[in-house]
């Protein structure tokens, strides 16, 4: 019986063996299974953080790329804005249509403010306003009269053409920009 007791003891003690050994296999597996996930992540990580690096210089390269295309435009914006005679001070067509007619051999028949209007621009409200412009003279005369008018440069502007060589006639539409106050 003692041999029995011996033996039971000894299985006991294998089988305790055994289970022993199967968890610390379990163990070393499972550590084994968190380094190599450690490793993999550590790799994945130094990608992500070598993405977020390229990344934030992209994102300040496009920065500066845009601000310096905004301060590009304001200037823009600024030129053309100084370009325009404030509304105060717009060219005075009568005065304007008078003396360049003296200068082309024009007689100018008559100058009339057609129209009025505040438009909404880039740089921010503009008055155009429209005069009707009508002269008396020859073919060369009125071209010649006409071209003076465009050459008077920003914030004035010639539409609505009309020249009738036969009577010698011209007429058009004289467009004056200004900045609203």
Same mark, same amino acid.
């Given at each position: 019986?003692?041999?029995?007791?011996?033996?039971?003891?000894?299985?006991?003690?294998?089988?305790?063996?055994?289970?022993?050994?199967?968890?610390?296999?379990?163990?070393?597996?499972?550590?084994?299974?968190?380094?190599?996930?450690?490793?993999?992540?550590?790799?994945?990580?130094?990608?992500?953080?070598?993405?977020?690096?390229?990344?934030?210089?992209?994102?300040?390269?496009?920065?500066?790329?845009?601000?310096?295309?905004?301060?590009?435009?304001?200037?823009?914006?600024? +030129?053309?804005?100084?370009?325009?005679? %404030?509304? &105060?001070? $717009?060219?005075?067509?009568?005065? #304007? *249509?008078?003396?360049? @007619?003296?200068?082309?051999?024009?007689?100018?028949?008559?100058?009339?403010?057609?129209?009025?209007?505040?438009?909404?621009?880039?740089?921010?409200?503009?008055?155009? +306003?429209?005069?009707?412009?009508?002269? %008396?003279? &020859?073919? $060369?005369?009125?071209?010649?009269? #006409? *071209?003076?008018?465009? @050459?008077?440069?920003?914030?004035?502007?010639?539409?609505?053409?009309?020249?009738?060589?036969?009577?010698?006639?011209?007429?058009?539409?004289?467009?004056?920009?200004?900045?609203?106050?």
């Amino acid at each position: 019986m003692a041999s029995n007791a011996r033996l039971a003891w000894s299985r006991l003690a294998l089988w305790a063996c055994l289970a022993a050994a199967v968890a610390n296999a379990l163990l070393i597996a499972s550590a084994y299974l968190r380094l190599r996930t450690e490793q993999s992540l550590s790799v994945q990580v130094e990608a992500l953080r070598e993405n977020l690096a390229a990344l934030s210089q992209l994102q300040d390269s496009r920065r500066s790329q845009l601000e310096s295309e905004v301060a590009e435009a304001e200037d823009r914006v600024q +030129t053309a804005e100084a370009a325009l005679p %404030s509304v &105060g001070t $717009a060219l005075d067509i009568f005065r #304007l *249509g008078f003396a360049l @007619a003296e200068e082309d051999d024009i007689v100018v028949l008559s100058v009339r403010r057609a129209s009025s209007e505040v438009r909404e621009t880039s740089i921010g409200p503009v008055e155009v +306003t429209t005069h009707r412009v009508e002269a %008396s003279g &020859g073919l $060369a005369a009125c071209m010649s009269y #006409l *071209g003076s008018l465009e @050459a008077l440069g920003p914030g004035l502007g010639v539409s609505g053409v009309s020249i009738q060589p036969e009577p010698g006639q011209c007429s058009m539409d004289v467009l004056t920009l200004g900045r609203t106050p």
